[in-house]
């Protein structure tokens, strides 16, 4: 996970990373409790993850992956981002904890989540402190506001 060029200090980045960090614990947490033979609590924090996911990938694809992905530099890049989301909304949303098979699927997709994330950390993020204006930031952060308009607080312009 980069540390170094200071996209953590960002409040809308420090949102998402802090996000991140809540669906891999509720995903961990599901394959705990299926390890524990509790299928239940597992199928309810895979409900979980898969809300947390969806508002948090609206607020990425509407606005800080809308905004980049008009620069050519990027747009491949988001748009292997926004199909790993789709592909994950698709199985979230068909998974079957008492499918072994789903299971084992399950353990992938986190696997692949965790790889997802990085790309994200390790490489847009770092890549939108160069790459965005004022106004550009101000429409990232709208868009994320827009997907979570329960959260508290300003995100502040960086």
Same mark, same amino acid.
């Given at each position: 996970?980069? !540390?170094?060029?200071?996209?953590? +200090? /960002?409040?809308? /980045?420090?949102?998402? /990373?802090? %996000? !991140?960090?809540?669906?891999?614990?509720?995903?961990?947490?599901? #394959?705990?409790? #299926?390890? !524990? $033979? =509790?299928?239940?609590?597992? $199928?309810?924090?895979?409900?979980?993850? *898969?809300?947390? #996911?969806?508002? !948090?990938?609206?607020? +990425?694809?509407?606005?800080?992956?809308a905004v980049m992905g008009g620069d050519t %530099?990027?747009?491949?890049? /988001?748009?292997a981002l926004v199909r790993e989301h789709r +592909?994950?909304?698709?199985?979230? =949303?068909?998974? =079957? #904890? $008492?499918?072994? %098979?789903?299971?084992?699927?399950? *353990?992938?997709?986190?696997?692949?989540?965790?790889?997802?994330?990085?790309?994200? %950390?390790? $490489?847009?993020?770092?890549?939108?402190?160069?790459?965005?204006?004022?106004?550009?930031?101000? *429409?990232?952060m709208a868009a994320w506001r827009t997907a979570?308009?329960?959260?508290?607080?300003?995100?502040? *312009?960086?």
């Amino acid at each position: 996970m980069c !540390h170094y060029c200071g996209c953590r +200090e /960002i409040p809308l /980045i420090k949102e998402f /990373i802090a %996000e !991140h960090e809540s669906v891999t614990d509720t995903a961990g947490d599901a #394959l705990r409790a #299926l390890d !524990h $033979g =509790d299928p239940g609590v597992a $199928g309810e924090l895979v409900v979980r993850m *898969r809300r947390e #996911l969806l508002a !948090h990938w609206q607020g +990425e694809e509407k606005g800080l992956f809308a905004v980049m992905g008009g620069d050519t %530099e990027y747009a491949d890049y /988001i748009d292997a981002l926004v199909r790993e989301h789709r +592909e994950l909304a698709a199985f979230l =949303d068909r998974v =079957d #904890l $008492g499918s072994a %098979e789903d299971v084992a699927q399950l *353990r992938h997709a986190v696997g692949e989540l965790h790889h997802h994330i990085a790309k994200e %950390e390790d $490489g847009l993020f770092p890549a939108s402190l160069t790459a965005l204006s004022g106004d550009e930031w101000d *429409r990232s952060m709208a868009a994320w506001r827009t997907a979570h308009p329960d959260a508290p607080g300003d995100l502040g *312009r960086p």
